[in-house]
Nanobody, 121 residues
C-alpha cells in the first residue's frame, strides 16, 4: 500500500509562491504516475496537474505557466511549485498516485489529509 503525506501549504499574499511536497513513506515506485488535486470551498475536487513515470506533465488550464509539478524518485517525493498565486487558488491540495490513460489521470489510492493553501491579502 502506498502511504504519503502532503505538506507545504499556508497563507500567502496574492502574487506569492509556495512549494507543496508529497512525501511517500511506503510503497514508492518509479513506475507510478502522480497527480495534485485541489478542492476549493463549496466545489468539487479537481485535477491540478499530473506527472507520469516518464516525466510527461499535464496541467489544468487555470494553472498553466504558474504551477510546476515535479518528482524526485531518490527522495520519493512529488512537488508542486506554485507561483503567482491568486485568491482563486485557495483550496485544500491533495496528492495521489495512479495511472494515466488516454491523457486522463486514474486515481489509484485513498485520499490523504491534504494541505491547506490560502491566498489572501
Amino acid at each position: 500500500q502506498v502511504q504519503f503525506v502532503e505538506s507545504g501549504g499556508g497563507l500567502v499574499q496574492p502574487g506569492g509562491s509556495l512549494r507543496l511536497s508529497c512525501a511517500v513513506s511506503r510503497g514508492w515506485s518509479s513506475l507510478l504516475d502522480w497527480a495534485w488535486y485541489r478542492r476549493a470551498p463549496g466545489k468539487e475536487r479537481e485535477l491540478v496537474a499530473f506527472i507520469t513515470r516518464t516525466y510527461d506533465v499535464n496541467y489544468h488550464d487555470s494553472v498553466k505557466d504558474r504551477f510546476t509539478i515535479s518528482r524526485d524518485n531518490s527522495w520519493m517525493t512529488v512537488y508542486l511549485q506554485m507561483n503567482s498565486l491568486k485568491p482563486e487558488d485557495t483550496a485544500v491540495y491533495y496528492c495521489n498516485w495512479g495511472t494515466v490513460q488516454l491523457n486522463a489521470f486514474i486515481t489509484g489510492g485513498s485520499w490523504g489529509q491534504g494541505t491547506q493553501v490560502t491566498v489572501s491579502s
